[in-house]
């Protein structure tokens, strides 16, 4: 059906919404916005932040402090394997110094 103008001519130009869209029956949209909750439409997932992804670690305090020499421990090399040996007491070990130390190298590897 032609459209009527205001000057009382018609037009061959199909109105919005005369004929059912045929090319494109969805509309993809990311979540929480005004459009993921309109008919016809797909909501795309976030993408990926990559916390799972192996990340280089750079050298760390408890190498630098290990190949210096600043730990009070000993390697003791033996037939069932290695032992650390420590050169002071437990009891007298400054854990405020050396547990951060000590921990900073469970992520490190040699």
Known sequence: MPAV???GK????????????TKKDHRVT????VKAMMKNS????PSSAG?????PSGPTAFRKCYKRGD??????????????????????LDYH????????GLCDTI
């Open 97 to 104: 110094h050396y547990l951060p130390l000590f921990f900073d």
């Open 10 to 21: 018609t037009s061959h130009k199909p109105l919005p919404g005369m004929y059912p869209r």
């Open 5 to 7: 103008n205001a000057l």
């Open 71 to 92: 730990f009070p421990i000993a390697l003791e090399h033996g037939s069932q394997g290695n032992r650390i040996a420590w050169k002071v007491e437990i009891e007298k």
């Open 51 to 55: 916390s799972f992804r192996e990340r």
């Open 42 to 45: 797909i909501v795309v997932g």
């Open 30 to 33: 990311e979540g929480f916005t």
